[in-house]
C-alpha cells in the first residue's frame, strides 16, 4: 500500500554536495520510521541516516557532520542533504519506511563520488 519513489543521485565529485529526496504514498501512518540506507556493490546495506517514530534521528558514524537527514510531514517526504562527499560513499542508496504492516525500501538511486 505504501510507495515509495526517490530521486536525486547522480555523478559529484569529491567534496561536493548532493540531496536526495524521498516521497511517500498512500496509508502513511503518523508514527512511522522513515530514513536512508546504502549498499556499495559486495557490501551489505547500511544505515545512514533515520527518524524513528518518536522524531529522534539516527547517523552512521561515518556520515556525522556531513550529512542530514529533514522530512516535510505535509509533503510525506524525507531528505538527505549530503556535503563533504567522500569515495567512499559511493552507493546505491534505498529510502526506508516502516508502518503497521509494511516495512520496506524504495528502488534505490546511484550515488557516485569522482576522487
Known amino acids: 500500500q505504501v510507495q515509495l519513489v526517490e530521486s536525486g543521485g547522480g555523478l559529484v565529485q569529491a567534496g561536493g554536495s548532493l540531496r536526495l529526496s524521498c516521497e511517500a504514498s498512500?496509508?502513511?501512518?503518523?508514527?512511522?520510521?522513515m530514513g536512508w540506507y546504502r549498499q556499495a556493490p559486495g557490501k551489505q546495506r547500511e544505515l545512514v541516516a533515520l527518524f524513528n517514530s518518536g522524531g529522534s534521528t539516527n547517523y552512521a558514524d561515518s556520515v556525522k557532520g556531513r550529512f542530514t537527514i529533514s522530512r516535510d510531514n505535509a509533503k510525506n517526504m524525507v531528505f538527505l542533504q549530503m556535503n563533504s562527499v567522500r569515495p567512499e560513499d559511493t552507493a546505491v542508496y534505498y529510502c526506508?519506511?516502516?508502518?503497521?504492516?509494511?516495512?520496506?525500501w524504495g528502488q534505490g538511486t546511484q550515488v557516485t563520488v569522482s576522487s
Open positions: 498512500g496509508a502513511i501512518f503518523r508514527f512511522n520510521v
Open positions: 526506508y519506511y516502516r508502518g503497521p504492516g509494511s516495512n520496506l
